[in-house]
């Protein structure tokens, strides 16, 4: 018996470029408008191929999504880090800051909430409440704070995304300005 390579695999190696490219296409396609030919041309790779590393367009899509949780989890950390101040308030307000300048370009944004509009297929419901776990455990144990806080922080980043995605920014009516008031995102 020969000792197991400590290379990765071709598919391997290739796995983590095609999701990565996966979470710009069903950021700009969403589920349904995105197809695995979509995916297979941005990554330079035949449809087949994509079928090998992903099954389904499902698992791909879980995938793509994984990677975007993987991208928001490490972006608190940097915010968490960035804190001057220890105290959960500081921390989290960090955290944000740092998950602020993460979704300037939309990407991450726009592939929660596709997500989010097709979390009741299965498989994709399950990864969504995964990473949103993820997220929710990292805030609350990087920043000790409580879970009301905690509840707050996840209930702003929400806030964020109808802000971003609605462009509330450029609405002068009182009612875009009741929810945006207070809340800036890096442009």
Known sequence: MTPRSSVLSTADARKPLVADVAVREFARG????TTIADVAR???ISPAYVFKLFPSKERLFVAALERCFEQVVAALAIGADAAADPDADSVLFEMGAAYADLIKDRTLLMLQVHAQSVAEIPEIGEALRAGLAKVTTFAKDRSGGSDDAVQ???????LCHLIVTAHLEDVPESWATILSHGIRHPG
């Open 30 to 33: 969403g589920f349904h408008g």
């Open 42 to 44: 941005e990554a330079k």
């Open 152 to 158: 707050r922080f996840i209930a702003y980043g929400q």
